[in-house]
């Protein structure tokens, strides 16, 4: 069955870093778009990142746009995001999803703060 497994959430201090990784199975991994997803508390789910099947083109939502960055290692099932200039407002679950598949990790908490 396919599994999604978020990791790599902490608590960091403002402008700290951090990178988030998602270990994929169940599905033929490069064929698929990948999307990284947030949800803060008490606001929806919205986009962060996606990234193409053999990840030639990324894009980004415009509050991340320049501090995010996101990455998969199709050889290991595996989707990345890298998190730099982190900012209070970033603090949330961080999922991970393939594109046009109806399956969701357990995400992973990031929290920034001082």
């Known amino acids: 069955q396919v599994q999604l497994v978020e990791s790599g959430g902490a608590l960091v201090q403002p402008g700290g870093s951090l990178r988030l990784s998602c270990a994929a199975s169940?599905?033929?991994?490069?064929?698929?778009?990948l999307n990284w997803y947030r949800q803060a508390p008490g606001k929806e789910r919205e986009l962060v990142a996606t990234?193409?099947?053999?990840?030639?083109?990324?894009t980004y939502a415009d509050s991340v746009k320049g501090r995010f960055s996101i990455s998969r290692d199709n050889a290991k099932n595996t989707v990345y995001l890298q998190m730099n200039s982190l900012k209070p407002e970033d603090t949330a679950v961080y999922y991970c999803?393939?594109?046009?598949?109806?399956?969701w990790g357990q995400g992973t908490q990031v929290t920034v703060s001082s």
């Open positions: 169940g599905f033929t991994f490069s064929r698929y778009q």
């Open positions: 990234i193409t099947s053999t990840g030639g083109i990324t």
């Open positions: 999803k393939a594109n046009f598949l109806p399956y």
